[in-house]
């Protein structure tokens, strides 16, 4: 992106690193919930997600400063920003593939006692999906028809849309409270939200394991954000606004890795998790068409349109999706609780009960 030289080619580009990151950030969230216990996951989630957070913290900071090489190779400031960054993640990229390791059961590096006490961990947990299994087109449509698949993509979105729009807009945000702030000072004031936000991700990705209330968590963080935008919207002084980018950081950046964790907790099954994870997450990406048309210069500085919007999500969809979720599974785990699924597994083998996944009756629920 940083070599093109007109719009046709930056667009060609940018779509070409969208198809090539798209299975990243489902992917590797996929592959952490195979080597680990629900109640373990979501703090590993919650660090990985931080690194967005951070990437924002960071990322201002090193923007700032590659900016300044404007002029070098007869290149403006943004294209080496582009070519820097870029180059670092092909290395990266390249590193990854001797570093990653296979799922527990095909693990070389693991001994077979480490690989069965690993099977072993997870077996406690009601799960069976670290161990190799077959496609078969049934455990896409059992992911497909789940309602759980749609009431955790309906929370992501709230917590995405909100995500996108403040990862592209939180320097115009802030920009607009002082009209005199150059980029780079917007880009400067923009660190400290992020870095607050990544300790924040990493604390109730513990938090939620700890106490095992993925849900209870989401709302809570939720508030934070719907306050935060709401000061954003009610408020023309710099002070109370620049206060309210804290709040809304706060608000967003757990909840997303939390509904990452707190979906691939209550879906088991190797295919039907995995797709459930990419409907969930794809679907929150899809937002992002939506997010990045609502901040409009023709409505600076006070972009009403854009803190709106971001409040709706925050408050529709996030906070009030995961109440009812929360709500619903608790119900089905009571049932379950009392016998009344106890028929589904009835008459079957055991290579058929494992096959039912989340719908074994003594799989409960994450909260």
Request: proline share 4%; hydrophobic share 45%.
């Given at each position: ?5 007109n ?12 198809l ?45 400063g ?40 095909e693990?070389?590096f ?92 990493i ?73 459930s ?91």
């Open positions: 992106m940083g070599l093109v030289h719009f046709s080619g930056m667009m060609a580009c940018r779509f070409f690193l969208g090539a990151e798209a299975g990243l950030f489902p992917g590797v969230n996929y592959y952490l919930s195979c080597w680990y216990k629900r109640s373990e996951f979501g703090i590993r989630a919650a660090i990985f997600f931080s690194a967005a957070a951070l990437a924002g913290s960071f990322g201002g900071l090193l923007a700032a590659i900016a300044q090489m404007k002029g070098v190779g007869g290149k403006p400031g943004w294209a080496w920003i582009f070519i820097l960054e870029g180059l670092v993640t092909v290395v990266v990229g390249i590193v990854s593939y001797w570093m990653v390791h296979d799922f527990p059961a693990a070389t693991l001994s077979p006692d480490d690989r069965a006490r690993v099977l072993r961990r997870l077996a406690s947990d009601g799960q069976s999906s670290a161990k190799v299994e077959s496609f078969k087109w049934k455990y896409f449509w059992a992911s497909v028809r789940d309602w759980k698949t749609t009431a955790f993509a309906i929370i992501y979105m709230g917590a995405d849309g909100a995500l996108y729009a403040f990862a592209l807009f939180v320097p115009t945000i802030i920009k607009g409270m002082n009209p005199e702030y150059s980029a780079t000072t917007a880009n400067l004031l923009s660190v400290p939200p992020y870095a607050v936000a990544a300790v924040a991700t604390f109730i990705g513990w938090l939620a394991d700890r106490t095992k209330q993925r849900g209870y968590c989401n709302i809570a963080m939720s508030v934070f954000g719907m306050v935060g935008f709401s000061m954003l919207l009610g408020s023309a002084n710099p002070h109370v606004q620049y206060a309210g980018v804290f709040l809304g950081a706060l608000g967003i950046y757990p909840c997303i890795p939390n509904t990452v964790s707190w979906t691939s907790n209550n879906v088991e099954g190797v295919y039907k998790r995995g797709v994870l990419g409907f969930v997450i794809g679907w929150g990406n899809l937002n992002g068409v939506v997010s990045s048309n609502i901040y409009r210069g023709k409505d600076k500085p006070r972009y009403f349109l854009g803190h709106g919007v971001v409040l709706a999500y925050l408050t529709l969809f996030l906070c009030v999706g995961s109440i009812v979720t929360r709500i619903l599974l608790a119900r089905e785990n009571k049932k379950r609780r009392d016998g009344l699924r106890d028929h589904w597994v009835e008459g079957k083998s055991q290579d058929q009960i494992d096959e039912l996944g989340d719908k074994v009756p003594d799989f409960e629920y994450m909260l």
